[in-house]
């Protein structure tokens, strides 16, 4: 392998939390080099929650969900509206799609995720809510009276089905779970979800997916698996996402689901290197948090960009500033927290840990009541793995602190 | 002296910021953010985590 050119930039590609988290843990971690970020989207970085609550009710605008950028981060330089589309870690390079090729010192992989999408006609009147782009071209259809079909039922899908039903809109969720925000909340809870759901005016087909959209120049209706046909204007699909990999093909790192890094959120090989000079942050990483077990896993919540971004950009600093101090940077304890929220109508949850860990059986409520407010707790072994807080949020945090403790 | 801003109007009451600053944010008994709106320089690495963790990015430091 060839020697990086010392006088080229960090490249971080991927311009949304978890690189600009990267980036501005670099500077914070004493980096003085240059910094340029790559992004296809033409936004500079933004938050991408309210995408389907607060800001889709009101207005969807960049300046409502613009991350506040730092003095320290002044000279970044961002390279947007730009994909990556290949990279060579021997000659360290990346190619772009506006066809150029550029050295990089280090590579940071941020590219996260995009949403799936239904394989019917591309017609008008389907959406999907990844963007701020996608949430403008939604939000303009979602006007009173119109008749919304809401694909899955995870998370994304219910807070898009009381965003949309807030708005007056009338919505139907169509899923193959039995129970809305089953897989990640366990049988118990998805039960209640459900009923508060369906109080709220949102109707939930469980059990079918979709066989067919049907419209000429926009969508008229939708056909499910049963047979039955549902009148519709708007159709959003919130049927999972896909890792945003491609560009990393032809190289040897382990891709089977996001990118290996291991805990210092370096990019691992097929045969199992850790490259000091490529770090994996965000949605794509698969990495090993050692407050459950060693089992490298991807997770979907919002504070792990942050917190693999700064725990990559102090390992990277290490790196390059080559001072010695490199060996205790990754040896340093790294076991950040999942930790989750959604709104939906006035139900306000609230998660810390890896909920998705247990089976049916080892979930219970630990304090209040399911159908007003509770405390449930999650269960590996025994061991409290989970909790998960249906408006109470104080209640949860000696929870909070067993989990991290190891849950005994 | 570093000056910190809630919106209150923005804020949930998620209390992600109690486990950044625990010196400036509490939740209260009502699950209500209480927060101390002063803090002194030796804090500001906390102070700045916690802005980072809001998940409804209410808080700022005011320069
Ligand atoms: C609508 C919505 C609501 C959400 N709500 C919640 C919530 O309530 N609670 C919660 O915990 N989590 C929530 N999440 C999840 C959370 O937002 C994500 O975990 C987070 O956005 C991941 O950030 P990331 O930087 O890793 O990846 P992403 O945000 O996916 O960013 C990746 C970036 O890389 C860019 N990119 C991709 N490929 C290339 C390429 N080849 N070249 C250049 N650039 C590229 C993309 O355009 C994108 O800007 C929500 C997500 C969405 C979409």
Redesign the interface.
Known sequence: MSEANPAAPVVIVGAAMGGL?AAESLR?SGYTGAIRVVGEELHAPY?R?PLSKEVLASDVTHEAVA??SR?EMGDVEWMLGVRATAVDLDAHTLTTDDGSVQEWRALVIATGLRARRLDFAPIAGRHVVRSLDDAMALRAELTEGARVVVVGSGFLGCELSATARKLGCEVTIVTPSAEPMMRPLGDLVAKEMRRRLTDEGVEIFSGVTVAAINGEAAVESVELSDGRVIEADVVIESVGSHCNIEWLEGTNLDVADGVLADNAMRAVTTDGRALDDVYVVGDIARFPNPMFDNVARRIEH??IP?DTGKRAGAVLAAHLADDGSFADVVAKPFAPMP?F?S?QFEI?L?AYGLLGLVSDDDIRVLEGDLSDQAAVGYYREGRLVGVLGIG???AL?PYRKQIAEGGA | MIKIEVDMNQC?????C?FEAPDNFK???D?KLEYVAEAPDSER?NIEAA???C?M?AI?IV?
């Open positions: 988290r914070r938050n929650p991350f506040p003095a919002w504070n942050t930790s929220w709104n306000k609230q109470m949020k104080a945090l | 949930q009451h998620y209390g992600q109690v939740l209260n008994d699950d690495d802005v980072d963790v998940p990015q700022r320069e």
